[in-house]
């Protein structure tokens, strides 16, 4: 078991997933898949979701992180806005062994459990709750493995774009359904609304495209 693990190592360090491409291995066991996060190391540019015994990695493009981040960006703004307080953290990694799931999102927020998690320094999810918002941005992949490992991890929520438009995805009897509405915005078209300041962003900028939106949410509220 050693030597597959070290051979699986090995394999890793010499693999390259060019920008826009991802990878699936097949057969990997949760002992293997901790070494694989450990090999990567924090910082590193790849996502990795795990599911089953399959682990995808996955090299986003600049679009993708384009994406990425103005939606973070809309989401932060929003909530500011609605004066909701939340914990943004990132590509953290989440994985439960006796779910076979672990997955990096692109984003995700602590909303309702932001209190449950304020000031830990890491999160065990054996423990503490899953996030309430996660964020994935799929226009390179049709994946299924990050998707499952959202849903067998208890993701609540979760918005796909795939550089068209943004779908809510939310957590009904263990499984995914397709929502119109956001939970967390109930009295907003956010799915229209992301898609349409994701858009603006491209063409106008991220500071005009920033301060629109928050005039916009001020309008709302009103």
């Known amino acids: 078991m050693k030597t597959e693990i070290k051979q699986v190592f090995f394999d890793l360090k010499q693999l390259i997933v060019p920008p826009g491409n991802t990878v699936q291995m097949e057969n ?3 002992e293997m898949f901790e070494n694989i996060l450990q090999s990567m190391g924090e910082g590193s540019a790849v996502r990795l979701a795990y599911y089953n015994e399959t682990v995808e990695i996955k090299m ?3 679009g993708h992180e384009d994406d990425k981040e103005i939606i973070s960006d809309l989401v932060k ?3 500011e806005e609605l004066n909701i307080d939340f914990r943004s953290v990132g590509s953290t990694t989440f994985k439960r062994e006796n779910m076979q799931s672990g997955v990096e999102p692109d984003q995700c927020f602590y909303i309702q459990n932001e209190a449950a998690i304020r000031g830990k320094r890491e999160i065990d999810l054996t423990v503490d709750p899953p996030p309430d918002l996660a964020l994935e941005i799929d226009n ?3 994946s299924r493995v990050p998707f499952n490992s959202y849903q067998a991890l208890g993701v609540t929520e979760l918005w796909r774009y ?3 438009e943004l ?3 939310l957590l009904q009897d263990k499984k995914y359904v397709e929502s119109n509405t956001s939970p967390n915005f109930p009295e907003l ?5 992301i898609t349409q300041y994701v858009k603006q962003s491209q063409t106008a900028g991220r500071s005009p495209t920033m301060k629109a939106f928050r005039a916009w949410v001020r309008e709302q509220l009103q």
Request: proline share 9%; hydrophobic share 45%; net charge negative.
């Open 162 to 164: 795939d550089g068209r």
């Open 189 to 193: 078209p956010i799915t229209e609304i």
């Open 167 to 169: 779908k809510i995805n």
């Open 77 to 79: 703004a929003l909530l």
């Open 28 to 30: 990997v066991s949760w």
């Open 60 to 62: 986003p493009l600049l």
């Open 140 to 142: 390179t992949s049709d």
